[in-house]
Each structure stands twice: as C-alpha cells, then as structure tokens.
C-alpha cells in the first residue's frame, strides 16, 4: 500500500507558476502510475495529467495542455506537476492519485490510492 501527501498549493494571481509536489510512501513507488486529479467546488473531480511508471510517457487534459507539465523522480518517491500561465478557472483542490493496473490511467476509477490534496486558488 502507498500513502501519498501532496503539497505547492496556494494562492497566486493570474499568470503565476506553482509547482505541487506529491511524496510517496510505501514500497516499489516507482511500479505505480501517478495522476493529479482536480475538484472544483459542484464539479467533477477531473484528470489533469498521468504519467507511467518510467516517466517516459505522459497524458495532459486538453483543458491545462502547454500550460502543465507532469514529471517523477522515482529516487525521491516524488510527482510533480507543474503549472504555468495559471487563470482562475485552474482554481480548484488538487489531488495525488496512484494506480498500478494501467500503463496510463485516465479514469479516476483505475486509481487505488488518494492524497488528500492541495488547495490551488488563482486571483484574477
């Protein structure tokens, strides 16, 4: 079993960069697929990005696409998501998720293990 702690959110304005960070614990990390997932309030939590298990590959919604970035550094147990030219619409929690049975998950069923998510808030 993997736990996941995400943390980077914050407040910023329109336009900023944040970068959140998501560290695992628990064995073998680096043969978990991560995702960040979003929820804004009275909206479906969404696929922002996945990445594979080697980092090699990646999927990035079309809604952040040039704009987010997603990496891993399976030394540190470590996801990344980076966010660029943020806009109030990226407003939303923000949430670290890990699956193993797919070699890229893009359904929030496929995840087995949640963080309890970073709060991301951009002023306009």
């Known amino acids: 079993q993997v736990q996941l702690v995400e943390s980077g959110g914050g407040l910023v304005q329109a336009g900023d960069s944040l970068r959140l960070s998501c560290v695992a614990s628990?064995?073998?990390?680096?043969?978990?697929?991560p995702g960040w997932f979003r929820q804004a309030p009275g909206k479906e939590r969404e696929l922002v990005a996945a990445?594979?298990?080697?980092?090699?590959?990646?999927y990035i919604a079309d809604s952040v696409k040039g704009r987010f970035t997603i990496s891993r550094d399976n030394a540190k147990n470590t996801v990344y998501l980076q966010m660029n030219s943020l806009n109030p619409e990226d407003t939303a929690n923000y949430y670290c998720?890990?699956?193993?049975?797919?070699?890229?998950?893009?359904?929030?069923?496929?995840?087995?293990?949640w963080g309890q998510g970073t709060q991301v808030t951009v002023s306009s």
């Open positions: 990445i594979s298990r080697s980092g090699g590959s990646s």
């Open positions: 998720a890990a699956q193993k049975t797919r070699f890229l998950g893009t359904r929030r069923y496929e995840y087995d293990y």
């Open positions: 628990g064995p073998l990390f680096s043969t978990y697929g």
